[in-house]
């Protein structure tokens, strides 16, 4: 995707260095036609605006000032990137986040203390959602490179439109090497905008006022995304081989729901909850790309975005299932572990881990409904680091204590038993606690209810096809 984003750049700016505006009135036009997003074929669109295309009657000065202030209304906000609604704190930019990618601890044969382990990363449904939103985001850099056309056949429209002797809406002229196209049905104005491969089409519904815009850069990709009072949402469709479709909704207290839902090689979805204070994700994106049943709610602080816990459902055993709670803390939120280290003790011990420099190995809880009560494990997550000036990620395995919901009060004792050196508890506030078992009884089954509540197929149809005036 990068490099056809490079190249489609390149493309507008080599013609846009040669390039001004020049004006080209066509008010002589067709009916036009406009591509319906509930279907491949391009189905013609007739205008029912009382002055209907190709007619030997003049617009009046009241049709010709109100179409002109129409498409100067869709031109005023036709943007909604979700970058721009994303807290700036919880996207991989956050430069207080970015790491040293050589400092992650990566080795910990010799032990690592506990302090020096990040909490910079993020784990797999967040880093599926910021995913998600990079991938709409080069579409946005097409876009915020087409402003200054917009912007400069803003002038050229209203001049049009102050012509006493037009009988049609439509109006098709270049600027910028782009050839530009307005019109107006009646229920529905367009500004449509095309440069080799490159479609930027707009449309608003004059009566509900909601706007939709399409951006194509090649034929196997586009974006299209519709503008709501408080809603916004996005479909994509990417090389054919990939769809996406995500809505967000700010809410009247300021906070942001929305959810994702991605086609590629497995469907994958995610829920997403932001207020000030957490930010909550819930979804099934596994690493792995098997498909189940089973979820991961990621807790995080809104302002740092560290990770505070995540909250698992699996499905344990073949025959006897059994769907289990588990609970996953950082070791930073362990009080009793200072460090950590894992391998082989000794020549004939298997590999497990050691704390505190113990050379007793940790022992793991009893099996309770098919799972451990409780053990530690190394868990993929993702940290971000700059490469000049491009953020990355780098996937690692990180340690953290797991235990399952219903024993999380007990962690002393239980633990205690299997591992009688060992002394911990739970450095972490009740509030947090709260948040997180709270969050992950009301999503989880709003998350079953959700989980293919839309299709690929219903994304491609969403995504929509090339606008064409016949």
């Known amino acids: ?228 009072a408080n809603t916004y949402t996005f479909a994509i469709s990417y090389a054919s081989i990939r769809q996406a479709f995500t809505k967000i909704t700010k809410n009247s207290d300021n906070s942001i729901e929305g959810y994702i839902y991605e086609y590629a090689l497995v469907h994958k979805f995610a829920n997403f909850y932001i207020n000030d204070n957490y930010a909550t994700v819930l979804g099934d994106a596994l690493d792995n790309n098997v498909v189940t049943d089973d979820y991961v709610l990621e807790l995080y602080d809104t302002k740092t975005r560290e990770l505070i816990a995540f909250e698992t459902q699996e499905t344990t055993g073949i025959i006897n299932k059994k769907q289990v709670s588990t609970i996953w803390l950082n070791l930073r939120s362990i009080k009793g572990i200072n460090s950590i280290s894992y391998g082989k003790f000794g020549e004939d011990d298997d590999k497990g881990f050691y704390l505190n420099g113990s050379s007793a190995q940790w022992v793991a809880g009893e099996e309770v409904d098919n799972r451990c009560l409780f053990d530690i494990e190394f868990t993929e997550q993702y940290f971000f680091y700059l490469d000049d000036e491009d953020f990355k990620d780098k996937k690692e395995d990180v340690p953290m204590l797991r235990i399952q919901a219903a024993k999380l009060s007990d962690i002393t004792s239980v633990v205690k038993k299997a591992n009688p050196s060992v002394d911990i508890s739970v450095n972490l506030s009740s509030e947090h606690i709260n948040k997180l078992t709270s969050d992950y009884a009301k999503y989880i089954n709003e998350s079953n209810l959700n989980k293919n509540k839309v299709t690929s197929s219903e994304i491609i149809a969403l995504v929509g096809t090339k606008t064409v005036f016949i």
């Open 1 to 228: 995707m990068k490099k056809i984003l490079s190249l489609v750049l390149a493309i507008i700016m080599s013609l846009s260095l040669f390039s001004c505006g020049t004006l080209q009135p066509d008010s002589n036009s067709t009916q036009g036609t406009q591509a319906e997003s509930s279907t491949n074929d391009t189905e013609k669109q007739t205008h029912e605006n009382g002055n209907p295309s190709n007619t030997d009657k003049l617009l009046s000065a009241e049709e010709r000032a109100k179409i002109r202030d129409l498409i100067s209304e869709l031109l005023s906000g036709y943007k909604a990137n979700p970058r721009d609604i994303i807290p700036k704190t919880m996207l991989e930019t956050n430069k207080s986040k970015v790491v040293d990618k050589e400092n992650i601890p990566t080795d910990y044969k010799n032990g690592v203390s506990v302090s020096s382990i990040p909490t910079t990363a993020v784990g797999a449904q967040w880093k599926m959602v910021l995913d998600n939103i990079n991938q709409t985001n080069d579409f946005f850099n097409v876009l915020s490179v087409a402003d200054k056309t917009v912007l400069a056949s803003t002038s050229l429209i209203a001049a049009f439109f102050e012509k006493e002797d037009i009988n049609s809406p439509r109006y098709t002229f270049n600027v910028d090497n782009y050839s530009i196209t307005v019109d107006y049905d009646g229920a529905y104005v367009y500004y449509v905008m095309e440069l080799n491969t490159i479609q930027i089409s707009m449309k608003m519904d004059v009566n509900t006022k909601v706007k939709t815009v399409r951006i194509q850069l090649t034929d196997t990709n586009a974006l299209s995304y519709t503008i709501e």
